[in-house]
C-alpha cells in the first residue's frame, strides 16, 4: 500500500502517539547485546547505533547521554513525501525541542527529550490543528 504524499494531508492527519517508556540512543561493539531489543538500528563507518529501552541498555552496561521519548506519527507516509520531516522538526525547533527522526516503511518517528515529551506532543497536535 501506498503512504500518502501530500503535505497539507500529511500534516492534518499526522496524529501523534506517544509510545510509552524511556529510550537511549547507544553503540554496540560487537553486535546487539543478549537482551537488548533495538527498536532502531542505523550502521554507521564508526559502528552500530541502536536506540534502546533505558532499562535494557542499563541492563547490558550499554553508556548513553540522551534519554528520549518516542513518538509515532500514525499517519501513512509515503517514503517519497517532501516537506513532512521539515514541517514537524521545524515547529518543534520552534519551540526549543530537539527532535531525532527515523522513517519507518510506514510512518514516521521522533526522538525527543523524555522530559519534554508532552510538550512535544502538543505542539505536533497544535500543528495538525493549523493544517486543517
Do not use: K
Not at 503512504?3 to 553486535?31: I, K, Q, S, W
Not at 521545524?90 to 521522533?110: E, I, K, Q
Amino acid at each position: 500500500m501506498t503512504g500518502e504524499t501530500d503535505l497539507h494531508t500529511l500534516l492534518r492527519g499526522m496524529r501523534p502517539e506517544l509510545n510509552p517508556g524511556r529510550y537511549v540512543f547507544t553503540m554496540a561493539e560487537g553486535g546487539v547485546p543478549s537482551g537488548v531489543t533495538p527498536v532502531v538500528t542505523v550502521a554507521e563507518q564508526e559502528g552500530l547505533t541502536l536506540v534502546v529501552p533505558q532499562a535494557e541498555a542499563d541492563g547490558a552496561g550499554m553508556a548513553y547521554d540522551y534519554v528520549a521519548a518516542w513518538i509515532t506519527l500514525r499517519v501513512h507516509s509515503a517514503l517519497a513525501a517532501v516537506g513532512l520531516t521539515a514541517a514537524v522538526s521545524r515547529a518543534l525547533a520552534d519551540a526549543g525541542l530537539s527532535c531525532n527522526v527515523v522513517a519507518g516503511f510506514h510512518h514516521d518517528h521522533l526522538f525527543v527529550p523524555h522530559e519534554q515529551a508532552e510538550r512535544a506532543v502538543d505542539v505536533l497536535q497544535r500543528l495538525a490543528r493549523d493544517s486543517s
